[in-house]
């Protein structure tokens, strides 16, 4: 899985959060001052060489719809941050996260409750 652009992350999350949509459909929801649609299609293809989207039409319109889940995206390259910088241990990112006063106590009693209760 390729690692994706700032431009091409933003692209996506508007794709993750729509489903199956055109172009068009995304750049009426970027916020202003929005890109040129050109821009925007650059992308799209980009997205599809990389296999994030896929496409097919509907009379003379592209529409896309993503090929990778949000969360497999994120679970992909959250392990990598956590093999590359963290000696591969979520241990040793929470603590970093709780020495860098980035996460409450009351934060990582969530947390605890998440792994206790998928686990049972």
């Known amino acids: 899985m390729d690692r994706l652009t700032p431009q091409e992350e933003n692209i996506m999350q508007y794709v993750w959060q729509i489903g199956e949509c055109a172009i068009k459909d995304v750049v009426d929801r970027m916020e202003k001052p929005k ?25 003379n319109v592209k529409v896309y719809k993503p ?22 241990s979520y241990k040793e990112l929470v603590s970093f996260f709780a020495k860098e006063q980035k996460i ?11 792994i206790e209760k998928n686990q049972k």
């Open 104 to 114: 409450t106590t009351e934060e990582l009693n969530e947390i605890i409750q998440l």
């Open 35 to 59: 890109p040129p649609y050109t821009t925007v299609a650059s992308i799209f293809q980009n997205l599809e060489n990389k296999e994030y989207l896929t496409k097919r039409r509907f009379g």
């Open 67 to 88: 090929k990778i889940s949000e969360a497999a995206y994120k679970r992909h390259f959250l392990s990598g941050v956590v093999q590359d910088y963290f000696d591969n």
